[in-house]
């Protein structure tokens, strides 16, 4: 069993930035890929960010490329989540992840094994 807890979110002008943590316990966490979803007001949940056991390959939904930066430190058993450029669409409520089957990577939320509480990110213009 893993917890994940989730720190760091609040309300932010668009365009600012924002850094999100999330603490993780339980089983080793370093044995599983870890990530970012999120779910904004009247859709479904959504991949944002996925980082794997090592932290040496990430992968990226489209719409935060180039802007959000995910990355972990095992030794804390902490990943990070820095957003830079916020927009309004990015509003959200943004959930941590960990997953240890292959298809992880693949962004589904099925293929998720534990969830965090959720911590929610709010852009204003």
């Known amino acids: 069993q893993v917890q994940l807890v989730e720190s760091g979110g609040g309300l932010v002008q668009a365009g600012g930035s924002l850094r999100l943590s999330c603490a993780a316990s339980?089983?080793?966490?370093?044995?599983?890929?870890m990530g970012w979803f999120r779910q904004a007001p009247g859709k479904e949940r959504e991949f944002v960010a996925i980082?794997?056991?090592?932290?040496?390959?990430?992968w990226y939904d489209d719409s935060v490329k180039g802007r959000f930066t995910i990355s972990r430190d095992n030794a804390k058993n902490t990943v990070y989540l820095q957003m830079n450029s916020l927009k309004l669409e990015d509003t959200a409520v943004y959930y941590c992840?960990?997953?240890?089957?292959?298809?992880?990577?693949?962004?589904?939320?099925?293929?998720?094994?534990?969830w965090g509480q959720g911590t929610l990110v709010a852009a204003s213009s």
């Open positions: 980082i794997n056991r090592g932290g040496f390959t990430t």
């Open positions: 339980g089983r080793t966490s370093s044995s599983y890929g």
């Open positions: 992840t960990a997953g240890a089957r292959p298809e992880y990577d693949s962004g589904s939320p099925l293929s998720v094994d534990y």
